[in-house]
């Protein structure tokens, strides 16, 4: 048993010595094939170093021998960029934490990315290493790598810390002090900059880019000699971007030493960060310009600077705004100190733009603000100000000059000082002369009213006294409109003003109006042998003079007083002659009559009077007992003027001549033809009157009642009560009680709405609605008589209805009422009338051919009042504007300009500018602009439309500041106009994204 135990036992050692020594065979083997990797590790092998790696760390069973493996498969696959390696090492440091190589680990990991300047990675596992298990020999290379990757990577602070550490050493110690330097200038600590940088300065690896810093630092320093001296030492050997900015430190270094002419040379050598300049940059060499008094290339950098706010910005704006002025380009100069004014960087510099600009104002007149505004303003900014008597005289001034009269009357609202009152009476006739030019009379009689209560001048007392009778004569008060020019012509000042000129003339009007035609004459002669010139209204004058003899029955004075104005052949040449044909007829000179009536007739074939001359000479061939002369010419009237009013009485004459002389049944057709095409006329209930006798005197009464009974306005057994309710209306009608008469014309049309007087009633209650403006209560009443055969009620009645329609922009409706006023009107004021308004309603309707042959009608016409024309020329630039037609526009708007005012002028005025601009002529254009914002301030549109030409004209001309500032205060200032601000927004990015390529300083959408 024991030998059993024995031999047992010595099996067992020698296989456990068996087992030793097979486990020593494999471990020595690993130990052979990790030495391997090693040395395919160290000569950069990673790819099969790594396989080896791994191979080993499957197959051996040493903890030690797998962690020294998975440390350099980590390693492996961070030199080889393998995704996976952060993990790697992470996997690693957590599966041997205890492993030595771990602090190794972070360290090659973290050195491996900083040799391939991937700094942030670098950072990242330096900030894994225990700073403590580093030895001292690797210390300082890792504070130095690690300080590095902190500055690589924004952290100046941390960086600072670690590459300090390293100042002293010999192998870190310049590049520390380099970067801690570095650090220190882009950080602004020129100080500690400067200090650091001196250390390395002598160290040749480092001396060349320390040139440019030390220059620079120098410059911020405020040590500009020495800057210029370092920057001139590095010029020659720098690279084109470094001698660009080493031009720059030379040049502003010589600018802070007011050395501002040797400064422009550098200055202009700068190329800018990446191709572009900052305001800054073109403030300085605008600057250095300014002060050599080259005016010209001063503004040509100062109007570089855009959206500038700030203090370098208010300067150059200040300067550029005295640039313009030594050049005397005033519109220029009130831009950029408006621009300066509204900037409080500089308090001292604000207040003298604003001085400035104010002045300026007060001489060119301002397009963003009255006059008045911007000098008030100033004065109540600055109450101390040693010009304030100066500006005080001007302000008062400037409510005249401005010619803003409506916004100037609200500024002086309140003012009680005497020269503020002697303005405000200005002002307030100035305006009332502005609404009595646009035919708002009853505005403007207040406003002359308003001038008459402060009579501080003489001289505006009677002129605001004259126009205020030419306002109530214009509204028809006859009576005060006779007080206020008697009042005139009282005053001493009178005599001497132009109104005093026509003063007889429009006394002679006023009383002819009254109907007090023996003073009306008085005036009238007086006139005309007083005022030899003025041919036109001479001619009206002698006119109205035989009109007054003609009504007094002195009909021997009114053909004289015709025959003078036919002499004059001004105006209304066929009216004289048929007056003084129809004189001659009272006079009872038939035989004259007739022959002047016949001269007339086929001497004026176009005019509106002759189917009056041609019905006057039938009635003169009947009272001549010659009728059969007087047939023809009735025949003739009829057929040549089938819708003249005097068709239906030529028609009744010759029914009662034929009546008279018993040819009933030739009487009877012309009265039913008068009662079939003219119903409900005076005419035709003549007519059916007269043919009731006949039908009598015949023993036809059947036959009459039959007739009668086919004609729906005669009502045969109610003409009595007809008659007496129609009597009962007109009677409070002529005794002018119009509530009363509208009242009984109503229940008479609700009893007979076909009566006998059908028609004239409807005629008096449109003309009473109207009169009290019930213009929806006018209208069908109009509408009644317009519709109704022609009468002598229907030019009149087209007119007031026309005057309805178009007073509410009822086109459509007012059209055809215009056109058949246009072909039957008798009158040809009323003529004129309805082209104007044809022309006026087919352009709002965008029927602008139409508008423009309407147009063209009424310039005709010779004797067009001055308002007329320039309507006519208007729409025809209007039209043209709106189809294309540019030339056509030019020259309507040079038409327009030559006769118009108020808002038609600033239109006028507007296009002259544009079409200037469109061909170029910009410094033309800008003048144009100039004189619409001094003289039509008050017409906001076309200022702000004028201002965006003036904008464009500007950047043609290469002055981006004057382009972009006017742009800028269109949008901010004409806010109410969205067509003009949108116009304006296009056109200011436009130019701002042209300017940011070369100016840094510029905000762009894109920005």
């Known amino acids: 048993m024991l030998v059993l135990i024995k031999r047992l036992s010595l099996v067992f050692f020698a296989f456990s010595i068996f087992s030793f020594a097979q486990k020593s065979a494999i471990y020595t083997s690993d130990l052979l094939d990790y030495q391997k990797a090693l040395t395919l590790y160290n000569n950069q092998q990673f790819k099969a170093a790594q396989a ?103 952290s100046r602070k941390q960086a600072t810390k670690y590459l300090n550490r390293v100042v002293d050493t010999k192998d870190y110690g310049s590049q520390a002090k380099y970067y801690i330097g570095y650090m220190a200038y882009e950080g602004d600590d020129y100080d500690t900059a400067n200090e650091y940088f001196d250390q390395v300065s002598d160290n040749e690896k480092y001396k060349e880019k320390l040139s440019y810093y030390q220059a620079d630092l120098n410059f911020k320093l405020g040590k500009f000699e020495k800057a210029i001296e370092l920057a001139k030492e590095q010029l020659p050997n720098s690279s084109r ?21 040797e400064s422009i040379s550098y200055l202009k050598a700068y190329e800018g960060k990446r191709g572009r300049w900052n305001n800054t940059d073109y403030y300085q060499l605008g600057y250095a310009y300014y002060k050599q008094s080259d005016f010209e290339s001063a503004i040509s950098e100062f109007n570089k600077i855009i959206d500038g706010n700030n203090s370098v910005a208010q ?50 007149g301002n ?59 200005k002002v307030a006739f100035f305006r009332g002369i502005e609404l009595f030019n646009e035919t708002r009379y009853n505005e403007a009689l207040d406003m002359f ?172 061939y009947v009272k001549s007992g010659k009728s059969e002369e007087a ?89 009595e009560l007809d008659n007496t309710m129609y009597l009962a209306a007109e009677k409070p009608y002529l005794e002018n009680d119009t509530d009363n008469a509208i009242r009984q014309f ?60 178009l007073t509410n922009s009822r086109w459509n409706e007012a059209l055809p009422n215009l056109e058949r006023l246009e072909d039957d009107a008798d009158y040809p004021q009323n003529v004129l009338y309805a082209q104007s308004n044809l022309m006026n309603a087919y352009y709002q309707l965008e029927n602008y051919e139409s508008a423009v042959s309407y147009a063209d009608k009424v310039l005709e016409n010779d004797r067009l009042d001055s308002k007329i024309k320039s309507d006519a020329q208007l729409i025809i630039a209007r039209s043209a504007i709106k189809t294309g037609d540019e030339i056509k526009a030019k020259e309507a708007y040079a038409n327009v300009e030559k006769i118009a005012s108020g808002s038609v002028a600033a239109e006028a005025l507007f296009y002259n500018a544009y079409f200037k601009h469109k061909e170029g002529q910009f410094e033309t254009s800008n003048t144009t602009i100039q004189k619409l914002a001094k003289d039509y301030s008050s017409y906001k549109y076309y200022s702000a439309k004028g201002l965006v030409v003036m904008a464009k004209n500007f950047y043609a001309l290469d002055d981006a500041f004057q382009a972009t500032y006017i742009l800028e205060s269109v949008i901010s200032n004409f806010t109410e106009f969205e067509d003009v601000v949108e116009e304006a927004t296009i056109e200011l990015n436009r130019i701002k994204s042209e300017e940011a390529k070369t100016n840094s300083s510029i905000e762009t959408d894109g920005n």
């Open 52 to 154: 080896l790696f791994d191979d080993i760390k499957y197959n051996t069973n040493d903890a030690v021998l797998k962690s020294d493996c998975s440390y350099y498969i980590a390693n492996c696959a961070v030199r080889l960029n393998q995704q996976n390696a952060d993990d790697l090492i992470t996997e690693f440091v957590e599966e041997y934490p205890t492993s030595t190589k771990k602090n190794t680990a972070f360290m090659d990991v973290a050195d491996y990315y900083f040799e391939n300047s991937k700094f942030a990675y670098a950072r990242k596992w330096y900030e894994k290493v225990d700073e403590l298990s580093i030895s001292r020999k690797e210390r300082n290379r890792y504070y130095f790598n690690y300080g590095y990757s902190l500055y690589s990577t924004g």
């Open 241 to 261: 971007q470094e001698k660009s900015e080493l031009n720059k430190i030379i040049g502003e270094s010589l600018f802070n030493l007011e050395k501002y002419e």
């Open 315 to 364: 300067n150059a704006y200040y300067h550029l705004g005295e640039s313009y002025i030594n050049l005397d380009k005033k519109q220029e100069a009130l831009n950029a100190f408006r621009n300066a004014s509204q900037m409080d960087f500089d308090l001292k510099i604000q207040e003298d733009a604003w001085l400035n600009y104010a002045k300026i104002s007060y001489e060119i």
């Open 367 to 425: 397009p963003y603000q009255s006059v008045p505004q911007v000098l008030s303003g100033y004065l109540e900014k600055y109450p101390k100000t040693p010009y304030k008597e100066e500006l005080e005289t001007l302000l008062i001034d400037s409510y005249i000059t401005s010619k803003n009269y409506k916004e100037a009357i609200e500024l002086l609202k309140g003012k009680n000082s005497f020269e503020n009152k002697v303005a405000y009476q």
């Open 449 to 620: 009213n308003n001038s008459l209560k402060e009579p501080r001048d003489p001289v505006f007392v009677a002129k605001a006294t004259f126009w205020r009778a030419e306002s109530e004569y214009n509204l028809a008060n006859y009576n005060d409109a006779l007080i206020g020019f008697k009042q005139f012509s009282g005053r001493e000042e009178a005599r001497t003003l132009p109104e005093n000129d026509n003063l007889n003339y429009n006394l002679a009007y006023t009383y002819f109006k009254l109907k007090d035609y023996n003073k009306a004459s008085e005036y009238f002669k007086a006139y005309v042998n007083s005022n030899l010139d003025d041919r036109l209204r001479r001619n009206d004058a002698y006119l109205r003079l035989g009109d007054g003899y003609f009504v007094s029955s002195k009909y021997n004075q009114a053909i004289s007083s015709y025959d003078k104005a036919i002499q004059i052949n001004e105006i209304e040449t066929d009216y004289a002659t048929f007056q003084k044909a129809m004189s001659h007829g009272y006079l009872g000179k038939n035989t004259t009559k007739i022959a002047e009536l016949n001269a007339f007739i086929n001497g004026y074939p176009k005019s509106a009077l002759r189917d009056d001359a041609m019905y006057e000479l039938a009635n003169t």
């Open 631 to 719: 047939m023809q010419m009735y025949d003739r009237l009829n057929s040549e003027y089938r819708r003249s009013a005097f068709t239906s009485k030529s028609l009744l004459r010759q029914g009662l001549v034929y009546y008279n002389n018993n040819d009933n049944e030739r009487a009877l057709l012309k009265f039913k033809r008068v009662a079939k095409d003219f119903p409900g006329s005076g005419e035709a209930v003549q007519a059916v009157s007269t043919a009731r006798l006949i039908y009598i005197d015949l023993g036809r009464v059947d036959e009459y009642a039959n007739w009668v009974r086919t004609l729906d306005y005669v009502e045969v057994t109610d003409v």
């Open 746 to 805: 109503n229940n008479y049309l609700n009893q007979f709405p076909n009566g006998i007087h059908a028609l004239k009633s409807h005629f008096y209650l449109a003309q009473m609605y109207y009169q009290k403006d019930l213009f929806e209560n006018a209208q069908p009443h109009y509408q009644y008589v317009v519709t109704s055969s022609k009468s002598e009620y229907t030019e009149q009645s087209l007119v007031k209805l026309s005057e309805i329609y």
